[in-house]
Each structure stands twice: as C-alpha cells, then as structure tokens.
C-alpha cells in the first residue's frame, strides 16, 4: 500500500459525458501528478501540482483539468469524453515535487468510454 | 528534451535464470533514472532509483541497475529470477528540477517459466 488513494476504482461513461476523477496523496506529500496510461500512448505524464498551484503541465488536452485544495487532495476533470480516452489514470504524490524525489502511485482508475 | 527507450518489450526467462532489461535514455542535463515496476491490476513500485550517487543502485526484491553516462545506459539486472518477478517494468527519467515529472518508457513485459 502506498498510501495514495484513488476513487473510484473503476468508471464506465458514454462519449461526451464528464467525470471526475479523485485522489488523496500520501499523508505530509505537497506534490500531485497525474498520469495516463493506455496501450497505445503507454504511460504520459498529464499535471503537476504542488500545495494548491500548478507546476507543470504534460499531454493534458484542453478537454481535460485538473486541481488541487487546500487539504492537498487533487481531482482530475475529463469532459466531452471521446473513446480514445479509456484508459487508465494514476496518482503519484510527492513530498515537494522535485525530480529527484520518489513518486508514490496510486492504484489508479480505470476509465472505460463506450 | 528527454527520452527513454526499452529494448524489448516481452522478456521471458527461465526460474532461476538471469534477468535483464534494457533501458537507455536520453537527456541534455544529468539524468536521474527510475525504474518502477507494475503488476496486473495494480499501480507502480519504485524498485529503485539513481540520483548521481552510485552508479551502481541496489533495490528492492534483488534488483539493481548500473548507471553508465558513457552508454547512456540503466539497465536493470537479478541473478535469479523467481515466479513473483513476472510483472511489467518501466523505465524513467527525470531532469531533477523543480517539475518533478516522470518520462516514462513503454515497458517490458517480464515472464518467467518454470
């Protein structure tokens, strides 16, 4: 157990429909990532976050965002859902993001569109 | 802009036999390198990590990975492989700033027989 979590573990949704995706860091953590992973695209890193401000920005399309509050838990926004964006979604945490740190990864949400 | 590429993306070896996965990078500062590993249905667990310390990096589970700048290489070794070895293994990298991403591999898919 890492100690980051992610719900739900499992979405199905049709295609142009909007979900959220949550995730509690590790506890004392400051820095969230989101990652996508799928079997075409493999594993892409989407969004930062660190203590509430975004940091860095990967392949995240413009139909998706994302957020972190103040009490460091971060959702994942994805809207206007397409087919191709069934895939599975992973949480790492951070103590302050530097790349030198380890990331700690969620169990991740598995996002099917249909 | 960094990269990391897999050499082989299934792997199959005999129990007891010598595991081996390729991994070189590719960046324009000092790297620092990751490998995590996956298994079925679950997120990723960092084996271990280089962070300009030594070049050869031990890990968890009886892996470790030598850092060779002049080959641009992090190949990760086990002498022995056991069946609980079989799982997917990613390759990483980061520029060790403060955006903390990862850039991952496409992964090597380990199988061991018995």
């Known amino acids: 157990d890492s100690g980051v979590t992610q719900t739900p573990k499992h979405l199905i949704t049709a295609t142009g429909q909007r979900v959220t995706l949550r995730c509690s860091p590790r506890?004392?953590?400051?820095?969230v990532y989101w990652y996508q992973q799928s079997l075409d695209q493999g594993l892409q890193f989407l969004i930062q976050?660190?203590?509430?401000?975004?940091?860095a920005k990967g392949n995240i399309l413009e139909r998706f965002s994302a957020q972190q509050f103040p009490d460091l838990h971060s959702e994942l926004n994805l809207s206007s859902l397409e087919l191709g964006d069934s895939a599975l979604y992973f949480c790492?945490?951070?103590?302050?993001?530097?790349?030198?740190?380890?990331?700690?990864f969620g169990p991740g949400t598995r996002l099917l569109v249909l | 802009a960094q990269s990391v590429t897999q050499l082989g993306s299934h792997v199959s070896v005999s129990e007891g036999a010598l595991v081996l996965l390729r991994c070189n990078y590719s960046?324009?500062?000092?790297?620092?390198l990751f490998w995590y590993v996956q298994y079925p249905n679950q997120g990723l667990q960092l084996l271990l990590k280089?962070?300009?310390?030594?070049?050869l990096v031990k890990g968890i589970n009886g892996f470790e990975a030598e850092f060779k700048k002049s080959e641009t290489s992090f190949h990760l070794t086990k002498p022995s492989a056991h069946m609980s070895d079989a799982a997917e293994y990613f390759c990483?990298?980061?520029?060790?700033?403060?955006?903390?991403?990862?850039?991952f591999g496409k992964g090597t898919k380990l199988s061991v027989k018995p």
């Open positions: 790492a945490s951070s103590v302050v993001g530097t790349g030198v740190e380890t990331q700690y």
């Open positions: 506890s004392g953590d400051l820095s």
């Open positions: 976050y660190y203590n509430g401000e975004e940091r």
């Open positions: 960046s324009s500062v000092p790297p620092y």
């Open positions: 280089y962070t300009s310390a030594a070049t």
């Open positions: 990483a990298v980061s520029h060790g700033g403060s955006q903390g991403n990862l850039i």
